[in-house]
Structure formats: structure tokens, C-alpha cells
């Protein structure tokens, strides 16, 4: 079974310009989640789709992130413009429905850096 | 939402038996406990789940006491390539799924 996709792997920017990263879950799972990992912490939930439909994104910072999740498989996340602070590790995970206590498989992450 | 409280870090050496304790007091009647394990470089990668008493898979086991207040992730005979950072979430499925990762538990396992 093929895991989480996603790309690309890492990015360097300047500030002020906008990126987009990629992900392609796994086949057949229904729930798709963002999150922001800065070095030394834990991953922080940034949003969460339930298909195409978002369920949680209280701690997406609305004026610069957006994110869409089209025909309910994969998903893009946007930066614009992007900050110093936007500098970390983003997360793709997904997993496979509501059920109670479910896994999420998470993808390798891509690596942001604003300069 | 349950918050947790892990250790910041722990030391171990090859072939032992590593115990890592949360705490999380305010977990809900409809929360799981859930670990997960990050190397660098790496996304978590899922260890164990459980709900109450002992749960034991391939890699690990997880013991929740009766108050579901704390629990503990037990890796038996630990090897080099089990140093990673450890996380210990608590949260409930459905539409609202949410899982909040606390700072974790970084075990250095050495010769």
C-alpha cells in the first residue's frame, strides 16, 4: 500500500513570496490533516479536511495559509506571503474515516525555509 | 481538549526495557490514547493505541490504569535504532477527530 505523497521535499523562499505544497493521501482515506512542525516541537494541527469538506481550521492563520482539498482526494496548501516565522516542517496525514481512536499515516514532510 | 505532560527526555541503553510516562488529567470518557514515534528528517509513524487496561502489539505495550489519567509506553529490549522522539496524544474519532502533540519525549538509546 502506497503512504502518504508529498512534495515538494523541501523549498527555500524569501520572505514576502508565496509557496504551495502538495499531498496525496492515501487511497480511500477519507479525513486529510495539515500540520506545522517548527524545529523542536510537536506537530501543530494547522487544518482538517473530512473529504472535500474542511472540519477544523481554527489554528490556520487565515489572512496568509489557505488550503483546499478538490474532489476530496488531494490537497494544496498555500502560503502568501510568507513570513520568517513560516520557516518548518510541513505535515500530510490522513486517515481512513471518523472512526473512534483512528491511525493517521503521516508523509515525509516538506521542509520550508524563508530567508 | 486533554493536554499531556511526558518527559522531556530520557536516556537508555541496548537491551533494556524503556517505560515512558504520560500524564492527562483532563481526558475525556470518548478519548483513545494514542503513542507515536518520530525519527529526524521523518513524519510520526504510529506505535500503539489503547482505551483502558494493557494493550500490546509487535513493538510495544501500553498500560492505562483504571482513572485513565495517565499511561505508560513500554519498549521492551530497546536497540540503537529506537532513539527517536516519542509522542503521547489523547483525542476522540469522528467528524472532529483532533490530536494535539505536546513537545514529546526524545530517548537517546546508546551502545
Known amino acids: 500500500e502506497a503512504g502518504v505523497a508529498q512534495s515538494p521535499r523541501y523549498k527555500i523562499i524569501e520572505k514576502r513570496q508565496s509557496v504551495a505544497f502538495w499531498c496525496n493521501p492515501i487511497?480511500?482515506?477519507?479525513?486529510l490533516y495539515w500540520y506545522q512542525q517548527i524545529l523542536g516541537q510537536g506537530p501543530k494541527l494547522l487544518i482538517q479536511?473530512?473529504?472535500?469538506?474542511?472540519?477544523?481550521d481554527s489554528q490556520l492563520p487565515k489572512d496568509r495559509f489557505s488550503a483546499e482539498r478538490l474532489k476530496g482526494v488531494d490537497s494544496t496548501l498555500k502560503i502568501q506571503p510568507a513570513k520568517l516565522e513560516d520557516s518548518a516542517v510541513y505535515l500530510c496525514?490522513?486517515?481512513?474515516?471518523?472512526?473512534?481512536?483512528?491511525?493517521?499515516?503521516f508523509g515525509p514532510g516538506t521542509r520550508l525555509t524563508v530567508l | 481538549l486533554a493536554k499531556t505532560t511526558q518527559p522531556i527526555s530520557m536516556d537508555s541503553y541496548e537491551g533494556q526495557e524503556v517505560n515512558i510516562t504520560c500524564s492527562h488529567n483532563n481526558i475525556a470518557t470518548n478519548d483513545y490514547i494514542t503513542w507515536y514515534q518520530q525519527f529526524p528528517s521523518q513524519g510520526p509513524r504510529f506505535i500503539i493505541q489503547?482505551?483502558?487496561t494493557k494493550v500490546t502489539n509487535e513493538v510495544a505495550s501500553l498500560f492505562i490504569p483504571a482513572d485513565r489519567k495517565s499511561s505508560t509506553l513500554s519498549l521492551p529490549r530497546v536497540s540503537l535504532s529506537d532513539t527517536a522522539v516519542y509522542y503521547c496524544?489523547?483525542?476522540?474519532?469522528?467528524?472532529?477527530?483532533?490530536?494535539?502533540f505536546g513537545t514529546g519525549t526524545l530517548l537517546a538509546v546508546q551502545p
Open positions: 487511497s480511500g482515506h477519507a479525513t
Open positions: 479536511f473530512q473529504n472535500n469538506g474542511v472540519v477544523d
Open positions: 496524544l489523547v483525542g476522540s474519532g469522528g467528524a472532529t477527530n483532533k490530536l494535539i
Open positions: 489503547g482505551y483502558k
Open positions: 496525514a490522513s486517515s481512513a474515516s471518523g472512526i473512534l481512536g483512528n491511525e493517521q499515516f
